[in-house]
Antibody, heavy 125, light 108 residues
Framework: QIQLVQSGAEVRGPGASVTVSCRASGYSFSNYAISWVRQAPGQDLEWLGWIKTYNGATNIAQKYQGRVTLTTETATSTAFMELTGLRPDDTAVYYC??????????????????WGQGTLVTVSA | SSELTQDPAVSVAVGQTVRITCQGDSLKNYYVSWYQQKPGQAPVAVIHGKSHRPSGTPDRFSGSGSGNTASLIITGAQAEDEADYYCESRDRNDNRVLFGGGTKLTVL
């Protein structure tokens, strides 16, 4: 069974940092990139970035460059997302998701499946 | 504001057909995927590559589209289809992942 299991809820004060982990099982970890997405309470989905697990290459959304760091630990099939300089508006559920490449004819694209269960990060003084 | 635009809310009677749309320039050269999210749960893909159903997606879900518009169609909506639906695409220039603002589907 292919699944992503994330670490538990976190509470941090403003200015602190948080690291969320995402452990993969049921497939070869290095064959698929991982994307990170967040969702503030009652809001829509917002992409943070992705990491290619086989070489560590990353693509971070411009809004989060300098604050988000994505890493992996191949030995444990785990991806990590670190967010620094936390603010109250960073309060959100953070998701990891596997990037699935798919080619149909001459067109290739990527879709997200499965998703982790989500990690609630609360930023409060 | 999102680079993919969705109607905020749509409603449908049980058993009827509903279309949820997504518009954006990225759709001209990148296939759309659709995700269903129920309250308190993680999103789940229901359509990828514009019209492919992942295993487990009921066949009442289908996808279509052309140009800068894509649609998720539910034929014979059921009460359990009530959820938020998000479209997703990518910018081929910089490989950014783009999400629509989501459509809240109410099944009456």
């Amino acid at each position: 069974q292919i699944q992503l299991v994330q670490s538990g809820a976190e509470v941090r004060g403003p200015g602190a940092s948080v690291t969320v982990s995402c452990r993969a099982s049921g497939y070869s970890f290095s064959n698929y990139a991982i994307s990170w997405v967040r969702q503030a309470p009652g809001q829509d989905l917002e992409w943070l970035g992705w990491i290619k697990t086989y070489n560590g290459a990353t693509n971070i959304a411009q809004k989060y460059q300098g604050r988000v760091t994505l890493t992996t630990e191949t030995a444990t099939s785990t991806a990590f997302m670190e967010l620094t300089g936390l603010r109250p508006d960073d309060t959100a559920v953070y998701y990891c998701a596997r990037e699935n490449p798919y080619c149909s004819g001459t067109s290739c694209y990527v879709w997200l499946d499965p998703w982790g269960q989500g990690t609630l990060v609360t930023v409060s003084a | 504001s999102s680079e993919l635009t969705q109607d905020p809310a749509v409603s449908v009677a049980v058993g009827q057909t509903v279309r949820i749309t997504c518009q954006g320039d990225s759709l001209k050269n990148y296939y759309v995927s659709w995700y269903q999210q129920k309250p308190g749960q993680a999103p789940v893909a229901v359509i990828h590559g514009k019209s492919h159903r992942p295993s487990g997606t009921p066949d009442r879900f289908s996808g279509s589209g052309s140009g800068n518009t894509a649609s998720l169609i539910i034929t014979g909506a059921q009460a359990e289809d009530e959820a938020d639906y998000y479209c997703e695409s990518r910018d081929r220039n910089d490989n950014r992942v783009l999400f629509g603002g989501g459509t809240k589907l109410t099944v009456l």
